[in-house]
């Protein structure tokens, strides 16, 4: 009997941990109960955390798949070491029922390193990604901005600007 209570001590231990490691001040996991109603709101914090930021998009999609997204609501994030903004079809019904946007990076990891900014995106049911030749996402030094100029995966074009304030 107290093996089994030592194993049950050590699982919870393990749980308190990764709950911890998980919910912890500016941690973008969403574990605890503030991460998963931030990200469900129309707006996100800043790195700060002093309150919702306003997100201005003014995007336009062409090509295999089209559609226009102009508006304030998603979903920004300006780190340290990145910025990140995502949209769903929710907030804007030109991308679909199931669509999204995601534009993130440039991420620096290290003291080094910098993995190139990327979009994944889908629109009416089709997804794409960005290639290798990402010149056409141009993110702003203190990444409140982002610039999209870039063809994407097939013939589909994405222009615009995203503005996290």
Not at 28 to 41: R, Y
Not at 134 to 140: A, L, M, N
Request: glycine share 16%; charged share 15%.
């Amino acid at each position: 009997m107290r093996g089994g209570w030592l194993r049950f001590g050590v699982v919870v231990l393990g749980v308190t941990v990764a709950t911890a490691a998980c919910g912890g001040s500016g941690s973008t996991g969403k574990a605890s109960s503030s991460s998963t109603s931030q990200s469900s709101s129309s707006n996100s914090t800043g790195a700060s955390g002093s309150g919702p930021q306003s997100v201005k998009v003014d995007v336009v999609i062409t090509g295999d798949s089209t559609a226009t997204i102009k508006g304030t609501k998603g979903q920004c994030s300006v780190l340290p070491n990145g910025a990140a903004y995502s949209f769903t079809g929710a907030d804007y019904p030109d991308l679909g029922t199931d669509g999204a946007l995601s534009v993130r990076g440039p991420t620096k990891i290290g003291a080094s390193q910098t993995q190139p900014p990327s979009i994944k995106m889908i629109v009416q049911g089709r997804g794409y990604l960005s290639g290798a030749d990402v010149g056409g996402i141009q993110v702003s030094p203190d990444g409140k901005k982002v610039t999209l100029d870039l063809t994407l995966s097939g013939r589909t074009h994405i222009t615009g600007t995203i503005t996290c304030t």
